[in-house]
């Protein structure tokens, strides 16, 4: 692996195996915010308008639901919304990916996990309950966290909008998640790590090295190591 270059290596170590094998909306995401520099957290008004945003969403769906299914209608939308948004690719809902923010993980510098995700969303709602003081916590805290965000261990920073369809993503991390769910995987860890950690992703990066090393003895043309390399990452799901 240590030969491997280094456009190469983030191929088998990063996150270009796993894009260029999912759906083309998920492509170009940025799949962590950088902690590590200079960065700025969200401030309480792009927030403010980022939770109006998704109100305007779901409230049509929420009012369907909520006649088709009186009393739970609409509480399976939020839980299948906001969660799964968060702890998709786009580490946001629609409104907080329109107002250029992103939800991730405090310390480990990365998206959330679905246990993350959905500790956040149910401690909302008790930011919400008592008179939204765990929302204005946000106005006097260190790292502009609310009371949700200190729970679950988050921080809501800002990143570039993504120039992706937000609903295709979404569809596409609750059909994941389902998955996960009648498979019994685990949903505590993060949802890349669970696809690059398959038994196929493993024996994909082999074949990808010993590729790599014909190419650098000459056994192959660049040509042919591109072709078969396009081949062999199109093979993991």
């Given amino acids: 692996m240590d030969n491997i270059n280094s456009s190469d290596s983030n191929n088998l170590n990063g996150h270009s195996i796993v894009d260029e094998t999912k759906p083309v909306e998920e492509k170009n995401i940025n799949m962590n915010v950088n902690l590590n520099s200079n960065y700025v957290y969200a401030g309480f008004w792009s927030r403010f308008f980022a939770l109006m945003i998704d109100g305007v969403i779901i409230c049509i769906p929420s009012l369907i639901l909520g006649l088709l299914f009186p009393y739970v209608g609409g509480v399976l939308l939020g839980l299948i919304y906001r969660p799964l948004f968060e702890a998709s690719p786009l580490m946001a809902t629609p409104g907080k990916a329109f107002m250029g923010i992103a939800v991730v993980h405090e310390t480990e510098h990365r998206r959330l996990n679905y246990k993350e995700a959905y500790i956040r969303y149910l401690v909302a709602i008790v930011s919400g309950i008592i008179m939204f003081i765990g929302y204005l916590m946000q106005l006097f805290t260190k790292k502009r966290q609310t009371l949700h965000d200190m729970v679950a261990g988050v921080v809501v920073v800002k990143q570039i909008p993504p120039d992706v369809e937000y609903f295709k993503v979404w569809f596409a991390e609750l059909k994941f998640f389902a998955?996960?769910?009648?498979?019994?995987?685990?949903?505590?860890?993060?949802?890349?790590?669970?696809?690059?950690?398959?038994?196929?992703?493993?024996?994909?990066?082999?074949?990808?090295?010993?590729?790599?090393q014909l190419k650098q003895s000459g056994a192959i043309t660049e040509e042919e190591y591109q072709v078969k390399k396009t081949e062999i990452l199109s093979k993991i799901n």
């Fill in 179 to 212: 998955n996960s769910l009648w498979n019994g995987s685990n949903i505590n860890s993060n949802p890349e790590e669970n696809k690059n950690n398959s038994p196929d992703s493993k024996h994909s990066l082999k074949l990808l090295e010993d590729l790599f």
